[in-house]
């Protein structure tokens, strides 16, 4: 395979993650249910663990720190939150979708260019 075909294969990938990883923290917020925000710490640790995912995707290093600390957070609470708590992991959460779009439209902006 070649280099460019399996550049653009890895960028379709990691576009296709980081959207999950969007969709899991958004539904986390609809639903308040933590199964959706254990979901995307799975695909960022994932992400994390995969060098050439997590190279193609600038920002990533501030992403994984985010959600690790909101991660041990919630475990060293056992995953129950006052509601003050809650509010302050809501806001990180939605800076961490905003981080993840920024994420998603860089890599997006990359796999178009293959295009032309």
């Known amino acids: ?3 460019v075909i399996e550049e653009r294969k890895i960028l379709r990938e990691v576009f296709t993650l980081t959207r ?3 969709f899991n923290l958004r539904a986390f917020l ?4 933590y199964k959706y925000f254990r979901r995307a710490y799975r695909l960022v640790e994932y992400s994390a663990s995969k060098p050439r995912y997590s190279d193609n995707m600038h920002g990533f290093r501030d992403l994984f720190n985010n959600m690790k600390k909101m991660h041990e957070m919630l475990e060293s609470r056992n995953w129950r939150l006052t509601e003050e708590e809650y509010s302050k992991l809501s806001e990180q959460v939605t800076y961490t979708i905003v981080r993840a779009n920024l994420i998603a439209t860089g890599v997006n902006f990359r796999l178009k260019r293959f295009k032309a």
């Open 1 to 3: 395979m070649s280099k």
């Open 20 to 22: 999950m990883i969007i």
């Open 30 to 33: 609809d639903t308040e249910d």
